[in-house]
């Protein structure tokens, strides 16, 4: 198991951030944390990553428990947090060479890791610039190189692609694709076309707990299996629609287009063909919706608050 968090929890002052919180990584691959502002996904990663002590509960890296012995821990983490712990006035090789002594490799070994991580960040050519003349996307890069120098199993992500301008994110995915193949990382944002762009898992927080947890395939399929999108060029009224067996709700998102939320049963689309013939209607499309995900997200967010 690359990480096990066992029940974590966290109170600041009089209330909790996070509550039993329960993640299990065992494969490689990018799992992505995904919540809304406050929704415990920073606190939730400062207390893997070592930087917050829980108030509650247990965190194992790769099977070492993160309290008993964190030096252990913390060699098999690397971090990247909300902002990123860059000096600006140093140049990027000095900059890596400080973090790889902070991580304790060896001193040999140093120069040839400072050399590997800038080549696989693709700033090798910037080596000798100070940070504070990079661009953004660059010293996210920077970045992304400290938390990897290491070579840890995992890697911590709080929002990575955060604040990037479409070229700088197109790239910054690809890097932390390319980070994946060696390494398992744990990614946060509160954007889930992002999550579902990168992840193969995902796990959504609320309020401070975990509201969802599988697979990005297995949250898809439910995303598509409880709406349709029809359109109707003699739509009919909402109560009609609603008389469909199975119809559970119905949305009209333009005088012809219509979202229909159903009980699950795949039949419905059939249903739809033989209603919409009977009366008139003129379906002219049906299709699964997958606009819908951002709308499920809030769903499971509210079921939980
Ligand atoms: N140092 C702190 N002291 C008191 N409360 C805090 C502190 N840090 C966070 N909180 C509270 O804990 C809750 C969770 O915050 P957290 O930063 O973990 O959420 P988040 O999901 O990372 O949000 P964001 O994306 O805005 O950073 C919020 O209600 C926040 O106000």
């Not at 996210?140 to 692609?161: C, F, N, W």
């Not at 390319?178 to 992002?194: A, K, M, N, P, R």
Request: net charge negative; with cysteine.
């Amino acid at each position: 198991m690359i990480l096990k968090t066992e029940n974590l929890s966290h109170r600041y002052s009089s209330s909790w951030a996070i509550r039993d919180i329960n993640i299990e990584i065992a494969e490689h691959g990018i799992i992505g944390l995904l919540g809304s502002n406050g929704a415990g996904k920073s606190t939730t990663m400062n207390i893997i990553c070592g930087t917050l002590n829980q108030t509650e509960g247990n965190v194992y890296i790769n099977g070492i428990d993160a309290r008993k012995d964190p030096e252990a821990a913390k060699r098999e983490i690397g971090f990247l947090p909300q902002t990123p712990p860059l000096y600006t006035d140093l140049t990027i090789d000095e900059y890596l060479t400080y973090c790889a002594n902070l991580r304790l490799i060896e001193k040999h070994k140093i120069k040839p890791a400072v050399e590997e991580v800038k080549e696989r960040c693709g700033i090798a050519h910037f080596s000798s610039r100070l940070i504070k003349n990079l661009s953004g996307g660059y010293r996210q890069r920077v970045g992304i190189a400290q938390s990897i120098i290491h070579k840890p199993k995992l890697v911590v992500m709080d929002e990575p692609t955060n604040g990037l301008d479409p070229n700088q994110l197109i790239e910054a995915r690809k890097l932390i694709r390319e980070i994946s193949q060696e390494h398992t990382v744990l990614l946060s944002s509160h954007i889930l076309s992002e999550i579902n762009l990168l992840c193969r898992e995902i796990i959504m927080v609320e309020s401070g707990r975990i509201v969802f947890s599988d697979t990005m395939e297995a949250f898809n399929n439910y995303s598509k299996a409880s709406t349709v999108l029809v359109t109707l060029e003699n739509p009919p009224s909402k109560e009609d629609l609603q008389q469909v067996k199975g119809v559970s709700s119905v949305e009209f998102l333009t005088p012809t287009q219509v979202r229909i939320y159903y009980d699950g049963d795949p039949d419905i689309r059939e249903r739809l063909v033989t209603a919409s013939v009977q009366y008139g209607w003129r379906l002219t499309e049906i299709g699964f919706d997958k606009g819908l995900l951002d709308d499920i997200f809030k769903q499971l967010s509210s079921q939980h608050a």
